[in-house]
């Protein structure tokens, strides 16, 4: 009696090993799940202008903060009151960021809101967005030379400063005094 318990309880665990096995290597029925990528955010329009090096409309990924509007207008000017932004900010998207001058630099601060450029410094040159130290120098040792200049355009008659230089600090040169 004993032989025979074993042969079935062996017949019926073999019978159990064979159904585990036939269900799992099976092919599964039905249809396969497709996953879709996530959904990819709505990019966010920011228009910044202001004393920034390239003011106008940038495309932004959504969260984006105020630092990196910024820095896709290539920067803050030298003359950018960057004490009143507050950079960790997040833009909204159709928001227009305005980039304040330092008082020094606005009409009703201590000084005036150009750099004379017939007048101005090394170090009041080197303020002007894309004009560096060396460039600077340059304009110096064109007014030594050729004089006084007449009219703001005839700066990018140094060598340097292009047509492109001009249209960035144009609002924020003179010739007056």
């Not at 029925?29 to 202008?49: D, Y």
């Not at 833009?91 to 809101?113: E, M, N, R």
Request: proline fraction near 7%.
């Amino acid at each position: 009696m004993k032989d025979i318990l074993n042969t079935l309880l062996g017949l019926l665990l073999g019978l159990l090993l064979a159904g585990l096995l036939w269900l799992t290597t099976r092919q599964p029925s039905g249809e396969a799940v497709s996953l879709r990528p996530p959904p990819t955010p709505a990019p966010v329009f920011v228009q910044i202008t202001g004393a920034v090096v390239e003011p106008g409309l940038y495309q932004l990924p959504e969260n984006s903060r105020v630092s990196d509007a910024i820095a896709a207008a290539g920067g803050l000017l030298p003359i950018a009151d960057d004490e009143s932004i507050n950079l960790a900010a997040i833009v909204q998207d159709g928001a227009k960021l305005v980039i304040p001058k330092a008082d020094f630099y606005t009409a009703g601060g201590q000084g005036s809101s150009r750099v004379n450029i017939n007048t101005a410094s090394l170090d009041e040159l080197d303020t002007l967005p894309g004009i560096g130290a060396s460039t600077a120098q340059a304009i110096i040792d064109y007014r030594r030379q050729y004089g006084n200049f007449q009219r703001t355009d005839e700066i990018t008659e140094v060598p340097g400063i292009g047509p492109a230089t001009y249209e960035r600090i144009a609002d924020l040169i003179t010739v007056d005094g």
